[in-house]
């Protein structure tokens, strides 16, 4: 219990402080890192993770660097997600969601605004973020969105990244 007490009030103080992380290695940054030990965190519910989820959501290009350390994080976020493609209402299966498979999520969902990605793919995240990391929140967004919507005119259907 005490965990769930110091991750509660760690989340309330930083929920809008991650939106403009600071440097490395400073006490905001690493209790934004603690909200992604949460994401993974087994001893507290699948509510609370999802709490994580929803604060790292409201962050900024400045978290990016944080979630693209955690692309390979094998941890057990949910164990038991309900998946949905997006192409019919009987689709829906559930899996396993790994932290690195909620932090690439996020990451789409930064970028996005939360808009979804139908064409919108990001290959190689260290690469993209060195190639963008210097453009604004708002020329990333704009960019990524006019991408997902020419790709998603023209492109044929193709399942997006699973939404949880």
Same mark, same amino acid.
């Given at each position: 219990m ?5 991750i509660t009030?760690?989340?309330?103080g ?8 600071p440097?490395?290695?400073?006490s905001?940054?690493q209790a #934004?890192?603690? !909200? %992604?030990v949460?994401?993974?965190d ?5 509510g609370?993770?999802s709490? *994580?989820? /929803?604060?790292l959501?409201?962050?900024?290009k400045?978290?990016?660097p ?18 949905d493609?997006?192409?019919?209402a009987d689709?829906?299966?559930?899996q396993v ?5 909620? #932090?690439?999520? !996020? %990451? ?8 979804g ?5 990001? *290959?190689? /995240? ?20 006019a991408?997902?919507?020419?790709r998603?005119?023209?492109?044929s ?8």
């Amino acid at each position: 219990m005490k965990l769930l007490g110091t991750i509660t009030l760690v989340a309330v103080g930083v929920f809008v402080s991650c939106a403009q992380l600071p440097p490395r290695g400073t006490s905001l940054s690493q209790a #934004c890192d603690n !909200l %992604l030990v949460a994401l993974g965190d087994q001893r507290i519910s699948v509510g609370e993770r999802s709490m *994580a989820w /929803w604060m790292l959501s409201h962050g900024n290009k400045n978290l990016f660097p944080v979630l693209i350390e955690h692309l390979d994080d094998r941890r057990v976020h949910d164990p038991a997600a309900l998946l949905d493609d997006g192409s019919s209402a009987d689709d829906s299966t559930t899996q396993v969601v790994t932290v690195g498979m909620a #932090c690439e999520h !996020l %990451l789409y969902h930064i970028i996005l605004r939360g808009e979804g990605w139908r064409g919108f793919r990001v *290959a190689d /995240w260290p690469a993209w973020w060195a190639a963008h990391k210097d453009k604004s929140m708002e020329d990333i967004c704009g960019e990524a969105r006019a991408e997902n919507e020419k790709r998603s005119k023209n492109d044929s259907p193709e399942k997006s990244p699973a939404s949880y």
